[in-house]
């Protein structure tokens, strides 16, 4: 996908970024203006709001809320920076680690890159099939193996699918959304996406492959290969069952080009903040951190949440309760209904459908360090790397090489799959998922003998085990439009009933792109919004926010 790009209003050309396209609001000019977020009245400067998780989300959100001159009180039940966890390889050197969730970040993610740069991470392509990160890339489908380095060089069936995919977007105006993100033009990019909405929302991935005219004219097996090999980040069948909807905002806002990886880990961003002194404090003495307002740790993990007196209780695991005017939960929805005791009374019937009809897709990687980033090494014969990034219809799915330098160990992530795949991984030990990937590898590397590199302990998860997640991500069914414009409305609160303001939402699966960080983001930012107007806080006439264009540009509404 090409990224030329028209000039926008004031005559400069932007990227494409994750610019709506349901809300096509600037949420990375808003936290870059000058004039900042907005500002709290006098008496409620000082004010704690209970912040249910570290992830992303949670940590964004009380970052900015810290900014504010609010006192964020943050409550993690498990590890903090959530579903952005780097798990250090045992004795292994600092910064080899296993990204267990989000792993490559596409640059049109402008928010979520605010704070990686705010913290001087660096960051680095993402090795992702015929990307000029990965050496070589490897196709192995029904027991034939191609080698590439590039998309052309590859059979031309590959070509022709790539070449269909692009058709069959073409026929939803794919290059005009584009143009209109990039040159920031709300009115087109409304009039544009909101036609498809009420279309896509009832129809899956797999009915637009199968009756676009592009994909119409070839076999099957094309239509097979797209969904096993995929193009860009890799396989895409298990995201067949999906409502279009969700696929047509992953690429038209390019979440799936040009990704990169935070060189030592992800993780860092959600601690990075945590630590970070913001230069721009409001009531704070400079030099004030996350940290500093929290004793150095986040509180334990929260038990109950319910109405109290001009406010809310919040009780965590050990039985402590603390009295909060301002609740926001990050934790993924199902855990409000199994692991914390909530009181109903505190979101409509409506909203609470909305969220326990959320749906998870499940992911499982398993990952093991190697001596050395061995896959460079040529085969004698053949003069090809003897390794690449793979991809295949077997057991692995996706195969990654993580090449931290000749002095340091590699990282393969063996395996990386979602919903079926992952299923089949679930019940297995570390070791056992391991014996399954090589035996699987063995098969399309016969000469290759990867154990023998292996050196520390292997890492695996599984995230729909883990009891504080239940899922790896929202992946959004047909009819779920309805669902998710609850959920990611639920911010502006003007007009709900009294008892039900003052609780709100943010994280990947209220967002409009769920399994991409930057929805975590945007909507942590949606929920400062809506907290400091809870307090009677107003943002600058130079800098609105979200709630103060959301009646304008906010996501189409559909019949009930
Ligand atoms: C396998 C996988 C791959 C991904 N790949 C990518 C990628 O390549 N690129 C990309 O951009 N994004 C990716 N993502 C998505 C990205 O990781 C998420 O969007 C983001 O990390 C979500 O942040 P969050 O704050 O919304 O949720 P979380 O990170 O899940 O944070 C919620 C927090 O709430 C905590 N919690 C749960 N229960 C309680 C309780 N009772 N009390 C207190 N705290 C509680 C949890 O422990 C957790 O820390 C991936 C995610 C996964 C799982």
Redesign the pocket.
Known sequence: MANESPSAADGTSRPVTIFGPDFPFPFDDWITHPAGLGSIPEEHLGAEVAI?????????AAYELMKLGLKPVV???????????SQQFEAAPTGVVA????????VS?TT?YHYVDLLGLETAP?PNPLTPASPSTVIDIEGVTHYAERLDTLPELFNEVARAWADALESVEFTRIQDAIRARDVTTLKSLWDRLVPIWDDRTFYDFVATSDAFSKLSFHHREVFGQVGFG?GGWDSDFPNSMLEIFRVVMTN?DED?RLVVGG?EQV?RGLWDHAPSNLIHWPAGTTLAALHSGA?R????RIAHADNGFAIT??WGVVRHFPAVLT???SW?LTT??ECDESLFSHKLWTALDRTRYMQ???TFVMVDRPFWKDKDPNTGRDVLSMTLTDRLTRGTYLFDNGDDKPGVICLT?S?MSDAMKMLPHTVEHRVRLALSALKKIYPDVDIASHIIGDPIT?S?EA????L???KGALPGHYRYNRRMYSHFMQDDLPADERGIFL??????WT???????VQ??LNAVWGIARHFGGSTHPDNPGPGDVYAEIGPIELPD
């Open positions: 249910v998780g570290a992830g992303i989300s949670g940590v964004i409550y993690e039940a498990s590890q903090m920076g959530g579903r952005l966890r990204e267990l969730g989000g792993m490559r970040f596409p993610s979520f993402f980040t979440c990704q992800v959600p986040t334990p993990g929260v038990a965590d695991v990050t934790c993924q855990v692991q914390i992911s499982s990687k990386y979602w998860v995230w883990d009891e504080h997640s899922g790896a991500f943010a994280g990947d699966d209220v967002s769920p399994a991409w960080v930057e929805g975590a909507t942590a």
